[in-house]
């Protein structure tokens, strides 16, 4: 019985260790055929939803799910405080929400877009009130470009004094700014608008150029202050420089800004130039963001000159969408098409 055990596990043995000599020898035939061999695969786990992935230093690029590199959902509370850096540009968040409504400030983010919905009414010394709506249309470019869209309505007394609506005409904006945010004090923005007009009122077109100045003077102490020239191409032609001012801080993060803002604006026209109006407005001003999409400011502006108003407020409802910039580390270099220069 014994010898027979012995013999069986012998065998066993024999069998188990020739296996992998007939493997290697059918390798080494497989190889001496030239027959391909499949190269090695590596595989990742899926990232997971929900989840943002920045810089690594690596060129592979960042994602947040389904959006480009950099940015983030409208739902995401990544941005903190107001005076977090955003976008390629690195400039703060509180510049991406129209913070001021007399005072533009630098440009959006590529890919950022929003409409506005303006109501401005002015009630004058004398006589009945006046109403402007604004519809406007903004997008982020690349390079620091920003483009706006604007339809413009008035109602305002007609030559019986009777309020009625007429359609004014449309607005076009582009504005550059020079640099990236931080790079040059104050940030200089170059802005140039055309007003195409017309309606029953048949008011002249008109020409609008700015230099935007803004910046964070001290913690979270915002200013923004506006050279303004419009000029009338036919008509009258018409002739108003403006100096706007605005300073806000943050009272909640995020959610509420409060300060101040004041306009100063001189009208003249061909064959008086020597004689120029002088009308001086300021008042408190608001901003509440309701969620990241969203925000409304509420300026009232009264008058201190003989020439102003007795008061004219301003009323912008935002909602924004596209690409939201992420924090500016989140971004890598990429074409000069899409990061600032």
Excluded at 35 to 42: K, N, R
Excluded at 149 to 163: C, G, L, M, T
Excluded at 244 to 255: C, F, G, Q, V
Excluded at 261 to 280: I, K, P, Y
């Amino acid at each position: 019985m014994l010898p027979r055990l012995s013999m069986a596990a012998v065998c066993a043995v024999a069998l188990l260790g020739s296996r992998p000599v007939l493997a290697q020898d059918e390798y080494l035939v497989n190889q001496e055929r030239n027959q391909p061999t499949l190269p090695p695969v590596e595989v990742f786990p899926s990232q997971p939803s929900g989840q943002n992935y920045y810089n690594d230093g690596t060129d592979r690029g960042n994602y947040y799910g389904v959006f480009p590199y950099g940015t983030i959902p409208w739902y995401s509370d990544e941005i903190a405080s107001d005076a977090d850096l955003v976008g390629p540009y690195a400039q703060p968040a509180w510049t991406t929400q129209r913070p001021f409504a007399t005072s533009r400030t630098y440009v959006l983010p590529p890919g950022q877009m929003q409409v506005e919905q303006w109501v401005r009414p002015t009630y004058p010394r004398n006589g009945k009130p006046e109403y402007r709506f604004l519809e406007e249309f903004a997008i982020g470019l690349p390079g620091r470009f920003q483009l706006d869209i604007y339809e413009r309505w008035n109602v305002e007394p007609n030559e019986v004094d009777r309020e009625k609506a007429n359609h004014e005409g449309v607005q076009i904006e582009l504005r550059w700014a020079v640099a990236d945010w931080g790079v040059i004090p104050l940030n200089p923005t170059l802005y140039a608008e055309w007003v195409e007009r017309g309606g029953p009122q048949d008011k002249a077109n008109k020409y609008e150029l700015k230099l935007l100045m803004s910046d964070e003077l001290l913690p979270n102490l915002y200013y923004a202050t506006n050279l303004i020239l419009e000029q009338e191409v036919e008509g009258e032609l018409e002739n108003e420089l403006g100096w706007s001012n605005a300073l806000s801080t943050t009272i909640i993060d995020r959610k509420l800004l409060a300060g101040v803002e004041c306009l100063w604006s001189g009208v003249n026209v061909h064959g008086a130039r020597d004689t120029r109006t002088n009308e001086f407005t300021i008042g408190p001003s608001i901003q509440l963001r309701p969620t990241n999409r969203t925000f409304l400011n509420v300026v009232s502006l009264f008058g201190t000159t003989e020439d102003a108003p007795e008061c004219q407020m301003y009323i912008i409802f935002g909602y924004q969408f596209g690409g939201r910039a992420g924090p500016s580390d989140g971004y890598i270099a990429g074409p000069a098409s899409t990061i600032g220069n």
